[in-house]
């Protein structure tokens, strides 16, 4: 997505918002966010999965939680190959 697209849709969802973070409803959200990442399947353009969010501490607090979520993924992954092999 270029700058100036994601400027354009940054200024749809803060009106549509009131500017109001996502995640905890709060003002002056500064941040565009995915609510459900890319890249586990959300759609990058669809304003229903866009959101406003405080860059500090709600989308650092979210990208630990992504990580955290990822690491167990890969983690029974893992596992279940390891079983398939057993
Ligand atoms: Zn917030």
């Given at each position: 997505?270029s700058?100036?697209?994601v400027?354009?849709?940054?200024r749809?969802v ?7 973070c ?10 565009l ?14 304003l229903d ?5 405080h ?8 990208t630990?939680r ?6 167990r993924r ?5 596992i ?7």
């Amino acid at each position: 997505m270029s700058s100036d697209t994601v400027r354009a849709l940054k200024r749809r969802v803060a009106r549509r918002d009131n500017g109001c973070c996502y995640v905890r409803g709060g003002e002056d959200a500064d941040e565009l966010e995915h609510i459900v990442p890319v890249s586990q399947g959300g759609a990058a353009r669809d304003l229903d999965n866009l959101g406003l969010i405080h860059s500090d501490p709600c989308h650092r607090e979210k990208t630990a939680r992504e990580a955290v979520e990822g690491s167990r993924r890969a983690r029974e992954k893992k596992i279940q190959k390891e079983d398939r092999k057993g």
